[in-house]
């Protein structure tokens, strides 16, 4: 991980294809406090580019992002 702040909250949207990826986000995101870190697990290919654009359109930051085998992992920032 390229983020060396602690994840505050980690949702898995294993198995779900766009826009649950992004729906799931959104919903985990209200709940938290600015700055906090949210990590997201999926195994939609789309989820990578669906998340920079969700981060440009929400103002929330896109810290890291990785391909882990079947796996990509998306870290966001909480605006």
């Known amino acids: 991980m ?3 702040q ?3 909250k980690e949702i898995d949207t ?3 294809n766009c826009p ?3 729906l799931k ?3 985990a995101l209200t709940d938290m406090l600015s700055g906090q870190l949210l990590k ?3 195994t939609d290919a789309g989820s990578v580019r669906d ?3 969700f981060a440009k359109q929400t103002g ?3 810290v890291d992002q990785q391909t882990e085998g079947e796996e990509y992992i998306h870290v966001l920032r909480r605006r």
Request: aromatic share 4%; proline share 8%.
């Open 14 to 16: 294993r198995g779900l």
């Open 2 to 4: 390229a983020t060396e």
């Open 25 to 27: 986000a959104k919903k």
């Open 20 to 22: 649950l990826p992004i």
């Open 60 to 62: 929330n930051e896109l």
């Open 51 to 53: 998340f920079q654009a």
């Open 6 to 8: 602690p994840i505050d």
């Open 40 to 42: 997201i697990v999926a």
